[in-house]
């Protein structure tokens, strides 16, 4: 996978992620804000709490009841209580319960309480076990009992004297209105108390809401109303409620905040580090490269800080390992190349100065014998004139070769001696080159067991290398020599012997016989060579991936054994 496809996956399965935790993170904050409010409201007045936080504060596992804490505090901080019932109205579990409470309901129990002065609330929660439970709490109505012993006493519903002591007793107080909602009595009621029929509704409905624990009592002989009330033990208002429900909402989303800002900078820290760092190191490199430094760039230790201690490629940089791949290629093709130039710059130098050597020699010869010809201070014969003349055209023919086998040499150090290999069959066509360096003096025999034998070879350059062995063997042994050409092919290589009885080469000799310039021009000896026909075959058979044995022992003969490795 490339770098674009990389980043386009890491930054989309990123992003997902991302978006993932996100949603993750609100519905979180969302729960517990929930629970947060609800806990809240639970504290403030437990008849708001909700069915889903009384599901996960109240356990009920078959016939255990498990309340936490909190639960616990709020009904006993309220003076209030709670019954748990299973489907059949039994009581199972129960907290802070008056000893006039039943232990098992039936439908007509619920009206009972209301008659026990006891203001109540029912949830429907569902148990571990897949049923459902009923939790009733319930709180004392003190106004009610307040009403039930006024409405018993003598004389009533005038207020007596007696009235007014039982409501002073019980820091109680009472109002009379009149069918036009006019007070037309009251005793002990604060003077700025005026109730409307919906206040009255809502004290009723929202008792919570009101200062106030009211009761209220019509005559069956009058039209008046009769409001009994006393300080409401559970006066919660809404709006107490609700400053203390944003409180909580406020403080949860002020913690999801710090978390999804902890996590962006956390995440921004990360991406620095895991993308920043190797984009540093990256377009430090690329500077580097353009400023002619040709290696990745070190630590302040001297090491790279692409590799951890194992040599490996470090796990910040495993993103970028393409692009790494790509850098150390570039650099590496740029470090081969600028050696190459100065390979190339010292070979250009080589040449020149082995040309210069190599030409100085055969040059002063035709200078010579060409002077001579033009002097004429004597007049030489027509042989002369002849033999000048062969000197002068050897000469040429070896200057000329020596320039073709330097100019062969040089490109075959460089490597820019394209081959053009093809599949030949070397018995035949040794059986067909041998005919042409046949003497009697020195015969040429051609043994194998093989009636085929196929080589990856360029022909041209195949012969090169065939004639410069040959043509050695013959030039620099005695006649009556023999020479044998040996071909053995295995499953691993080929290998082509030119072997012979003649003089031997000794050992300086061997250890120099492949180096450039080992034998130069000679003016007394014109078939000596230029001296790197050996070196031209030993870079020829290695072009083709082969390698030169040479084994010799003086005045016994010399075996020179081409190895050409098999491609399995």
């Given at each position: 996978?490339?770098?674009?496809?990389?980043?386009?996956?890491?930054?989309?399965?990123?992003f997902?992620?991302?978006?993932?935790i996100?949603i993750?993170l609100?519905?979180?904050a969302?729960v517990?804000?929930?629970?947060i409010?609800?806990r809240?409201?639970?504290?403030?007045?437990?008849?708001?709490?909700?069915d889903?936080y009384l599901?996960?504060?109240?356990?009920i596992d078959?016939?255990?009841?498990?309340?936490?804490?909190?639960?616990?505090?709020s009904?006993?901080?309220?003076?209030?209580?709670?019954?748990v019932?299973d489907?059949?109205g039994?009581?199972?579990?129960?907290y802070?319960?008056p000893?006039d409470l039943?232990?098992?309901?039936?439908?007509?129990?619920i009206?009972v309480?209301?008659e026990?002065?006891?203001?109540?609330?029912?949830?429907?929660?569902?148990?571990?076990?897949g049923?459902t439970s009923?939790?009733?709490y319930g709180?004392?109505v003190q106004?009610?009992?307040?009403?039930d012993?006024?409405?018993?006493?003598e004389?009533?519903?005038?207020?007596?004297?007696?009235v007014?002591?039982y409501l002073?007793k019980n820091n109680?107080w009472?109002?009379?209105?009149?069918?036009?909602g006019?007070i037309?009595?009251?005793?002990?009621?604060?003077d700025?108390?005026n109730?409307?029929?919906n206040?009255?509704?809502?004290?009723?409905?929202?008792?919570?809401?009101?200062?106030y624990?009211?009761?209220?009592?019509?005559p069956?002989t009058s039209?008046?109303l009769?409001?009994i009330?006393?300080?409401?033990?559970?006066?919660s208002?809404q709006?107490?409620?609700d400053?203390i429900v944003?409180q909580s909402?406020i403080?949860?989303?002020?913690?999801?905040?710090?978390?999804?800002?902890?996590?962006?900078v956390?995440?921004?820290?990360?991406?620095?580090?895991?993308?920043?760092?190797?984009l540093l190191?990256?377009?430090?490199?690329?500077?580097?490269?353009?400023?002619?430094?040709?290696?990745?760039p070190?630590?302040?230790?001297g090491?790279?800080?692409?590799?951890?201690?194992?040599?490996?490629?470090?796990?910040?940089?495993s993103?970028?390992?393409?692009v790494?791949?790509?850098l150390?290629?570039?650099?590496?093709?740029?470090?081969k190349?600028e050696?190459?130039?100065q390979?190339?710059?010292k070979?250009r130098?080589?040449?020149?100065?082995?040309?210069?050597?190599d030409?100085?020699?055969?040059i002063?010869?035709?200078?010579?014998y060409s002077?001579l010809l033009?002097?004429?201070?004597?007049?030489?014969?027509?042989?002369?004139?002849?033999d000048?003349g062969?000197?002068?055209?050897?000469?040429?023919h070896?200057?000329?070769?020596?320039i073709?086998?330097?100019?062969?040499?040089?490109?075959?150090?460089?490597d820019?001696?394209?081959?053009h290999?093809?599949?030949?069959?070397?018995?035949?066509?040794l059986?067909?080159?041998?005919?042409?360096?046949?003497s009697?003096?020195?015969p040429?025999h051609?043994?194998?067991?093989h009636d085929?034998a196929?080589?990856?070879i360029d022909?041209?350059?195949?012969t090169?290398i065939?004639?410069?062995?040959?043509?050695?063997?013959i030039?620099?042994?005695?006649?009556?020599t023999?020479?044998?050409?040996?071909?053995?092919?295995?499953?691993a290589?080929?290998?082509?012997?030119?072997?012979d009885?003649g003089?031997?080469?000794?050992?300086?000799t061997?250890?120099?016989?492949f180096n450039?310039?080992?034998?130069?021009?000679n003016?007394?000896?014109?078939?000596?060579g230029?001296?790197?026909?050996?070196a031209?075959?030993?870079?020829?058979v290695?072009?083709?991936g082969?390698k030169?044995?040479?084994m010799?022992?003086?005045?016994?003969g010399?075996?020179?054994?081409?190895?050409?490795?098999r491609e399995?």
């Amino acid at each position: 996978m490339n770098v674009r496809k990389k980043l386009t996956v890491h930054f989309l399965s990123h992003f997902i992620l991302m978006l993932v935790i996100i949603i993750i993170l609100i519905t979180t904050a969302l729960v517990t804000m929930s629970f947060i409010i609800s806990r809240s409201e639970m504290k403030s007045d437990f008849t708001r709490t909700s069915d889903d936080y009384l599901e996960h504060a109240i356990v009920i596992d078959e016939h255990e009841v498990r309340m936490n804490q909190d639960v616990k505090d709020s009904v006993k901080k309220k003076d209030g209580w709670l019954q748990v019932l299973d489907q059949d109205g039994r009581v199972i579990g129960q907290y802070n319960t008056p000893d006039d409470l039943p232990e098992e309901y039936n439908l007509s129990d619920i009206l009972v309480l209301e008659e026990m002065h006891y203001r109540t609330k029912q949830w429907e929660i569902n148990t571990t076990s897949g049923t459902t439970s009923t939790i009733i709490y319930g709180e004392k109505v003190q106004s009610h009992e307040l009403l039930d012993k006024v409405t018993s006493m003598e004389d009533f519903p005038v207020i007596t004297n007696e009235v007014k002591k039982y409501l002073d007793k019980n820091n109680a107080w009472i109002q009379v209105y009149d069918s036009e909602g006019e007070i037309s009595d009251y005793y002990g009621a604060p003077d700025s108390l005026n109730y409307s029929f919906n206040k009255l509704v809502n004290s009723l409905q929202e008792p919570w809401n009101s200062r106030y624990d009211v009761s209220l009592y019509t005559p069956e002989t009058s039209s008046s109303l009769y409001v009994i009330g006393t300080d409401n033990p559970y006066h919660s208002r809404q709006s107490i409620t609700d400053g203390i429900v944003n409180q909580s909402f406020i403080k949860g989303f002020l913690i999801v905040s710090a978390i999804l800002i902890s996590l962006i900078v956390i995440l921004g820290l990360w991406y620095g580090k895991k993308f920043g760092v190797p984009l540093l190191h990256t377009l430090k490199w690329i500077n580097d490269l353009s400023q002619g430094k040709h290696a990745s760039p070190l630590n302040k230790k001297g090491k790279s800080p692409l590799l951890n201690k194992s040599g490996r490629l470090k796990k910040k940089y495993s993103f970028f390992k393409d692009v790494v791949h790509s850098l150390e290629t570039l650099t590496s093709s740029l470090q081969k190349n600028e050696q190459l130039q100065q390979k190339m710059d010292k070979t250009r130098e080589e040449w020149i100065t082995g040309l210069s050597h190599d030409l100085k020699t055969p040059i002063s010869s035709v200078y010579g014998y060409s002077t001579l010809l033009a002097s004429d201070s004597y007049t030489w014969t027509q042989s002369e004139i002849n033999d000048f003349g062969k000197i002068i055209q050897e000469k040429s023919h070896y200057m000329s070769e020596l320039i073709e086998d330097l100019n062969l040499t040089y490109r075959l150090k460089n490597d820019a001696l394209p081959l053009h290999k093809e599949k030949v069959d070397v018995v035949p066509f040794l059986q067909s080159w041998m005919v042409q360096h046949q003497s009697k003096e020195k015969p040429i025999h051609l043994e194998t067991e093989h009636d085929h034998a196929d080589l990856e070879i360029d022909l041209k350059w195949f012969t090169r290398i065939m004639n410069n062995l040959v043509v050695n063997a013959i030039k620099y042994n005695p006649a009556g020599t023999d020479i044998v050409i040996r071909v053995v092919q295995s499953s691993a290589a080929s290998v082509i012997s030119v072997e012979d009885n003649g003089s031997g080469i000794d050992p300086e000799t061997i250890q120099n016989l492949f180096n450039r310039y080992y034998r130069g021009g000679n003016t007394k000896e014109s078939d000596n060579g230029s001296g790197l026909g050996m070196a031209i075959t030993h870079q020829l058979v290695e072009a083709h991936g082969g390698k030169v044995e040479v084994m010799s022992e003086l005045n016994r003969g010399t075996t020179i054994r081409l190895v050409f490795p098999r491609e399995q």
